[in-house]
T-cell receptor, first 111, second 112 residues
Framework: SQQGEEDPQALSIQEGENATMNCSYKTSINNLQWYRQNSGRGLVHLIL?????REKHSGRLRVTLDTSKKSSSLLITASRAADTASYFC???????????FGKGTMLLVSP | NAGVTQTPKFQVLKTGQSMTLQCAQD?????MSWYRQDPGMGLRLIHY???????DQGEVPNGYNVSRSTTEDFPLRLLSAAPSQTSVYFCASTKRGNTEAFFGQGTRLTVV
């Protein structure tokens, strides 16, 4: 069964606004990762946060991790139309060699 | 480096036919995986491999076979295609240690 669940399922914002997506998971993890998928394309890795980290930044991306609540959030600041894509969280559970993906959040950024 | 290469990009099969989806990576990654993506379902793991000669089942393995004779290649075989296997298939490779996964561009399969 799928480990991560993103919220919301879809998000529509204007350019320049911030976009926040949330992810909840079920079991203990080694790390949590966020991926982006443009329509019809493969997934691209965005950022990885380890279980002993609480926050991480990469350019306009900010990821937080709360292992006590088994949740993570991805913030995209100053969104651009090019950020329009689906975003997935993926967890790497302890003792497993594969990633488990959530169902994703579809982000639409309008000019 | 080409990364992860999947072929073909598109395929239409008739029910009962068999075929092999190819996946190759040139990054010397130990781990390789196959996922299927269906609308509203996210990515579900079909089979994976942690090294040449080692494969294991994922969440939805029925109807699929895999083998890993080399580090580079990880083909996915559909034994007898069914309409329920209509999906987009992604291959991914990862360096040992739960690091980032690199994905191919996908194979869009339709079974009629």
């Amino acid at each position: 069964s799928q480990q991560g669940e993103e919220d919301p399922q879809a998000l529509s914002i204007q350019e320049g606004e911030n976009a926040t997506m949330n992810c909840s998971y079920k079991t203990s993890i080694n790390n949590l990762q966020w991926y982006r998928q443009n329509s019809g394309r493969g997934l691209v890795h965005l950022i990885l946060i380890r279980s002993n980290e609480r926050e991480k930044h990469s350019g306009r991306l900010r990821v937080t991790l709360d292992t006590s609540k088994k949740s993570s959030s991805l913030l995209i600041t100053a969104s651009r139309a090019a950020d329009t894509a689906s975003y997935f969280c993926a967890t790497a559970p302890y003792g497993y060699s594969t990633l488990t993906f959530g169902k994703g959040t579809m982000l639409l950024v309008s000019p | 480096n080409a990364g992860v290469t999947q072929t073909p990009k598109f395929q239409v099969l008739k029910t009962g036919q068999s075929m092999t989806l190819q996946c190759a990576q040139d990054m010397n990654h130990e781990y390789m995986s196959w996922y299927r993506q269906d609308p509203g379902m996210g990515l579900r793991l079909i089979h994976y491999s942690v090294g040449a000669g080692i494969t294991d089942q994922g969440e939805v393995p029925n109807g699929y076979n895999v083998s890993r004779s080399t580090t580079e290649d990880f083909p996915l075989r559909l034994l007898s295609a069914a309409p329920s296997q209509t999906s987009v298939y992604f291959c991914a490779s990862t360096k040992r240690g739960n690091t980032e996964a690199f994905f191919g561009q996908g194979t869009r399969l339709t079974v009629v």
